[in-house]
């Protein structure tokens, strides 16, 4: 093992739902190991900052705009990004969301927002990335799945429902393109603090209860999931297909 296994120079990354948070975090590791980065969303003023602030920084990154939960608009989308800037080696489907709504009341548009966001995406984005990886027998996908790929919390159905599905799609993809030299790999965040959570973070009860449900006592900082995708992404994982890898901070280890 040497450190040219996690080098990722010459390899390019889509990473979805990229602008900020969880996504902008793996965007800056993989940048940091190497790789040409490709930032996606739906809010271009959002990544153009995000952009910006990466280039800063001395990294090779462009930014394209567009629905990921529009297949017709993501096939579009890679197609132009192979076209017009080279090849995708790897795609983090990142873009997610959450709505907080106890499971009988609700709301049917609701449910279908979350799943379009959270396992659509996933389906629509790698299939149009895996037409253009497969003919060339090389790729990575990783998908963002959660600790709630894993268990439940009261409020949050179709998301726990969502990420349940991204994790057994990417055991899926493993298994109909692992032949063909794409690895299907996931990422399970545990909680972090981000944009999304930010609500949570100041509940001073909930704070206080994942501290003790979590082994290592506290929230997770962003940065702490770089590793885990540059591995992922990079060729020491080239024999690692099929895995769920859970950076929770021992969360779903703990009763």
């Not at 969502?162 to 399970?188: D, H, L, P, Y």
């Not at 981000?194 to 501290?211: G, H, I, N, P």
Request: net charge positive.
């Amino acid at each position: 093992m040497t450190a040219s296994s996690f080098d990722l120079t010459g390899r390019r990354a889509l990473i979805t739902g990229s602008g900020s948070g969880i996504g902008l975090a793996y965007a800056e590791g993989l940048a940091a190991a190497g790789a040409e980065i490709i930032l996606n969303g739906r809010d271009k003023a959002k990544l153009a900052a995000a952009e910006a602030g990466l280039r800063a920084k001395g990294y090779k990154v462009s930014s394209r705009a567009f629905d990921v939960t529009d297949p017709e608009a993501v096939q579009a989308g890679v197609d132009a990004i192979e076209k017009e800037i080279g090849p995708i080696q790897v795609l983090v489907n990142n873009a997610g969301m959450t709505i907080r709504q106890p499971l009988e009341d609700f709301p049917v548009d609701s449910w279908r927002r979350v799943m379009a966001t959270n396992i659509d995406s996933v389906f629509y984005v790698s299939k149009a990335v895996a037409k253009h990886m497969l003919p060339r027998g090389y790729g990575k996908i990783i998908n963002t799945c959660s600790v709630m790929s894993e268990l439940g919390r009261p409020s949050i159905a179709p998301y726990t429902a969502s990420k349940g599905a991204v994790k057994m799609m990417t055991r899926q993809m493993a298994v109909e393109w692992g032949r063909r030299g794409i690895r299907s790999n996931g990422i399970a965040p545990g909680y972090f603090k981000t944009e999304l959570t930010d609500a949570l973070v100041k509940d001073e009860k909930f704070s206080s209860w994942l501290e003790a449900r979590t082994p290592l006592g506290r929230w997770g900082d962003v940065s702490e999931l770089q590793g885990a995708c540059v591995f992922l992404a990079a060729p020491a994982s080239d024999f690692v297909t099929g895995h769920v890898l859970f950076v929770d901070g021992g969360l779903t280890a703990s009763v």
